[in-house]
């Protein structure tokens, strides 16, 4: 029986992947710890390595899963700029899950616009406290307005089809557009100045990291609501905290932040949070951040967990390694 080192495991992810396991058979020992170069240690024996986008897998963590026979790593995710892959190559095979319910993660951007703009949280902790005032909980219409989208793949596409059935003029920028689905491609330039709401919808890379910086808000319009659902790294957290304190940009709503490694999936209720820059956006009114929760729904995980224990079935029987990374 095939040995599988699962690291950074939830009690969701356990549940999922011993319920679809059941078709494939392999010897799936779960821990709790991410995986680092610290922790790289217990794969020791396990040909392969499942891991998160959080976990740090570096060129230390690589040669530790490699001198201890791991030779696949799975990540349960689309994201894989958390692995070093000029370490890997010619060492251990990464494989990914390309894509997912595309519609998971677009219809919840979606929500936490709504959200955010019409302050749908505060009303709720209001009438919890039995405070039925709508004092400060005015929003702005959505039909009219111009919502800038940054990455147009599946997730992007998806996003703008729903925001068209708001009435909101869609513009786009992608460095690589597509033909289909009638959007309206601009540069990223125009997408800051002309957009009411921003939401980001791409992969992180080298070529966008920080593309929301001080420079970028500068062009933007007083009063811009900005939406990530993607990267945290796709915005300098400082700039985006300077300009809401500021006054420049009228809202934020994120469910990732750059330095969320750490943090995100975790139980810090009963701590002192040490990231100054976080602890700060959560005490703003105009912010709404969640936990990397987007992909968070059935049809996801489903997706999420098949392919990727198909990925380890390709692997162990000499399969076309289909959803293979290959470093260029």
């Known amino acids: 029986m095939n040995k599988v080192a699962f690291f950074d495991c939830k009690p969701y992810d356990r549940e999922w992947f011993n319920k679809i396991n059941e078709k494939y058979g392999f010897d799936i020992v779960y821990f709790e710890n991410k ?10 024996d396990f040909e392969a390595a499942v891991a998160f986008v959080n976990d740090q897998i570096n060129q230390s963590t690589i040669n530790t899963l490699y001198s201890g026979g791991t030779r696949l790593l799975a990540m349960r995710c689309t994201g894989y700029s958390n692995v070093d892959l ?51 909980l005015m929003g702005f219409d959505l039909y009219g307005k111009t919502l800038g989208v940054i990455g147009t793949g599946k997730i992007g596409k998806v996003f703008i ?47 966008n990291h920080y593309i929301i910086n001080k420079e970028s808000i500068e062009m933007m319009k007083k009063g811009v609501y900005i939406i990530n659902t993607s990267r945290g790294g796709l915005i300098n957290s400082e700039d985006l905290l300077e300009y809401l304190l500021n006054g420049k940009i009228g809202g934020a709503a994120l469910d990732v932040y750059e330095e969320e490694s750490e943090i995100f999936f975790e139980d810090f209720s009963d701590s002192i949070m040490k990231d100054n820059v976080l602890t700060h956006l959560l005490s703003l009114p105009n912010v709404l951040i969640t936990s990397h929760q987007a992909f968070f729904t059935s049809e996801a995980m489903f997706d999420i967990v098949s392919v990727t224990l198909n990925n380890i079935y390709e692997y ?8 293979e990374i290959r470093y260029k």
Request: hydrophobic content about 35%.
């Open 86 to 136: 000029k370490a890997a190559k010619d060492k251990i095979s990464v494989v990914r899950v390309p894509d997912y319910s595309p519609y998971s993660v677009a219809e919840y951007a979606i929500a936490l616009l709504l959200c955010i703009n019409r302050k749908i949280h505060k009303a709720y902790n209001r009438t919890r406290d039995m405070n039925f005032s709508i004092d400060g």
């Open 35 to 44: 995986l680092n170069e610290s922790t790289a240690l217990m794969a020791k």
């Open 316 to 323: 162990f029987n000499n399969k076309r390694i289909v959803n």
């Open 161 to 207: 089809n729903i925001c068209k059935g708001f009435g909101l003029n869609v513009i786009a920028y992608d460095p690589y557009p597509s033909d289909k689905g009638n959007i309206s491609y601009v540069s990223k330039e125009e997408v800051f100045s002309r957009s009411d709401i921003i939401s980001l919808h791409c992969p992180l890379t080298h070529d």
